[in-house]
């Protein structure tokens, strides 16, 4: 089955810098990518997501990243805010989600 | 439009008891998945029903969990008898294109 491996597990950075969460996927089938975010005691949300026929997906401050090749995909997050602050998870999916271990990230004011 | 509605949103139980949870996905969305997530960890899938029919139950401990989905709309997920390792958040998520899913607000179950 599909195993998705997520770094780094927890990331701190100064607010308005940027912020890379890099994820690599074992499946060559997955198809799909999403990125969702989980703020403590509340219920995953998605933020991004790209389809294995693009290679780059940008919104606002957000852009997510896809190498086939290299089976790796990776969001990207600039001008970080407080707000951003929260557990984010990779996703691939080949009909179902296999989802990785999450990163902890802490943008700090 | 609304989103995936759960109840209860917390259970405590003891070990060796039963619970059960409920699950209204996103209307016309066709898929539901039951989703368990241990503190610290990413979502695991338990089982994903397109309309009223089981498409993966791999990962469902079949001896002490079912779930079903009657009508192809609402959901229920059982566990009988609750062991301590089953503490986690459950998750329902429902899907219209079998890909892009949305999550419930979770049950948090605490087996005592």
């Known amino acids: 089955g599909e195993n998705v491996e997520q770094h780094p597990s927890t990331l701190s950075v100064q607010e308005g810098d940027s912020a890379v969460i890099k994820c690599t996927y074992s499946?060559?089938?997955?198809?799909?990518f999403p990125w969702y975010k989980q703020e403590l005691g509340k219920r995953p949300q998605l933020i991004i997501d790209?389809?294995?026929?693009?290679g780059e997906k940008k919104d606002q401050r957000i852009a997510v990243t896809l190498n086939k090749t290299a089976k790796h995909f990776s969001l990207h997050i600039t001008e970080t805010q407080p707000e951003d602050s929260a557990v984010y998870f990779c996703?691939?999916?080949?009909?179902?989600?296999?989802f990785g271990s999450g990163t902890q990230l802490t943008v700090l004011p | 439009e609304a989103g995936v509605a759960q109840s209860p949103r917390y259970k405590i139980i003891e070990k060796r008891q039963s619970v059960a949870f409920w699950c209204n996905p996103i209307?016309?969305?066709?898929?539901l998945y039951w989703y368990q997530q241990i503190l610290g960890q990413g979502p695991k899938l338990l089982i994903q029903?397109?309309?009223?029919?089981?498409?993966?139950d791999s990962q469902l401990p079949k001896d002490r969990f079912s779930a079903e989905r009657l009508k192809g709309v609402d959901s229920t997920l059982k566990i009988q008898p609750a062991k301590l390792e089953d503490s986690a958040v459950y998750l329902c998520?429902?899907?219209?294109?079998?890909?892009?899913?949305?999550f419930g607000p979770g049950t948090r179950l605490t087996v005592l």
């Open positions: 998520a429902s899907s219209l294109d079998a890909d892009t899913q949305y």
């Open positions: 499946d060559s089938a997955s198809n799909y």
């Open positions: 790209i389809r294995s026929n693009v």
């Open positions: 996703a691939a999916s080949h009909g179902q989600l296999t």
């Open positions: 209307s016309g969305h066709a898929t």
């Open positions: 029903f397109q309309n009223n029919g089981v498409v993966d």
